[in-house]
């Protein structure tokens, strides 16, 4: 994707299609089967449910950094196979040269909440 495509000016509308919403990691497993080191997540987004996904995080994040705490995920992406594991949601982050910084929340708010 070229700069020009990554600045792209979207509508309110296009953006508002995408569904950000916080929720509580509460269970993480190994994924040994994965190419990449990851973990597998599982995220307890309050009224859309508990929802899974695998998780390139592991650079920066032990399982036990990632219970409890609060993230931010994209729930309406079609689900996705990845090795003998399907991910249901996307797990927001920014890629650095040490590994991906997960998205998370200056402080609690309700598991479900969107982002606005």
Do not use: C
């Not at 890629?95 to 998370?104: A, L």
């Amino acid at each position: 994707m070229s700069s020009a495509d990554e600045l792209a000016e979207i509508s309110w509308g296009d953006f508002s299609k995408v569904v950000l919403v916080a929720g509580t990691v509460v269970r993480v497993e190994a994924f040994p089967e994965a190419r990449k080191p990851a973990w597998k997540l599982w995220v307890d987004f309050g009224p859309h449910g508990e929802r899974k996904t695998s998780a390139q995080v592991r650079d920066l994040y032990s399982a036990e950094d990632l219970v409890g705490r609060q993230v931010v995920g994209v729930i309406n992406f079609p689900p996705k196979q990845i090795g003998p594991f399907v991910s249901e949601f996307l797990l927001t982050g920014f890629p650095t040269d040490e590994g991906v910084v997960i998205t998370t929340l200056e402080r609690p708010v309700p598991n479900g909440t969107r982002m606005a």
